[in-house]
């Protein structure tokens, strides 16, 4: 899988646009990969690992109700994480992911590998959902890597 980094820096930079990220299962792993590039501090403004669900709903404003209607990983929460990280910190992109790396956490309907990536933007947001089937910390990057992907849809 390429990895789009390169790419995004040239464009945030060169559309002059900022970028929050709100991540979950993938802990860090794509403000690391945004941050790589020297000149990447003109568009990133704050990524956070809210990794926890009291970390979601006390800094993204998730509300606790939708976290126990809908569960920690969901289409909702993702777009919820995307959405509030943008506007807590005023960036005109905003990333939430949210996911089960495994090699536990599986419940009923989401198996291991499941993951709801959200990029929002002023205009729109758009999420999609993914089962990759591999280990923890595959997982993790393919997550990190399809996010990147999704924000180059919305950024273009």
Not at 66 to 94: C, F, P, T, Y
């Amino acid at each position: 899988m390429r990895d789009p980094t390169r790419r995004i820096h040239s464009l945030l930079l060169k559309k002059n646009q900022t970028l929050a990220v709100a991540e979950s299962c993938t802990a860090g792993l794509v403000s690391y990969l945004i941050t790589r590039y020297p000149g990447s501090s003109r568009y990133f403004l704050m990524g956070i690992s809210a990794y926890s669900n009291k970390t979601k709903e006390s800094l993204l404003n998730i509300p606790h109700r939708l976290i126990s209607a809908k569960g920690a990983v969901s289409k909702e929460i993702a777009v919820m994480m995307a959405q509030n990280v943008r506007s807590i910190i005023r960036a005109d992109l905003g990333i939430g992911i949210t996911g089960i790396a495994g090699p536990s956490g599986a419940t009923r309907g989401k198996p291991v590998g499941t993951v709801f990536i959200a990029v929002s933007g002023k205009e729109r947001t758009v999420w999609r959902k993914f089962t990759f089937r591999s280990s923890r910390n595959a997982v993790r990057k393919m997550a990190a890597l399809e996010s990147l992907k999704l924000l180059e849809t919305i950024i273009k």
